[in-house]
């Protein structure tokens, strides 16, 4: 039975790793540079990852209610895209990608059903640009 109680407006966001400022005029969007970024859903069900070494977005589901975690990840040069948990709570999903070490990148955590196709927790806030390089 799929069931899941929300707070609207709760979500969390953790900037891990002390922040060193970027360089300057990287991008549009300078950020800091980080080695892990953190955002969750309202009571951390779905947590989302985006890990600097190996550029790696992670999703990782943490509630047994039918309902996969995804990561929304965009950045500052255009791309974007999800990584989404199908592999049930517990189990990390590792999505590998190829940024564009001059660039910037923010996440964000969702929740997704299979069954239907469709988000059916539109997440977490944006966290700030960080530094992808």
């Known amino acids: ?23 300057a005029g990287t991008t549009a969007h300078d950020g800091p540079v980080l080695k892990e970024v953190k955002s969750c859903t309202g009571g951390c ?17 943490q509630e047994p209610d039918g309902y996969s975690a995804m990561t929304f990840w965009k950045t500052s040069d255009g791309r974007s895209g999800t990584c989404v948990d199908s592999k049930g709570i517990g189990k990390p999903q590792f999505c590998n990608y190829n940024f564009k070490e001059s660039g910037n990148i923010k996440i964000r955590a969702a929740l997704y059903d299979h069954d239907s196709h469709r988000i059916v927790f539109g997440g977490s806030l944006w966290t700030p640009w960080v530094h992808i390089g």
């Open 1 to 23: 039975m799929k069931h899941r109680v929300v707070i609207p407006g709760l979500c969390a966001i953790a900037l891990v790793s002390p922040a060193v400022p970027a360089a």
């Open 45 to 61: 069900d779905g947590v989302s990852i985006w890990r600097k070494k190996g550029d790696i977005v992670i999703s990782v589901d």
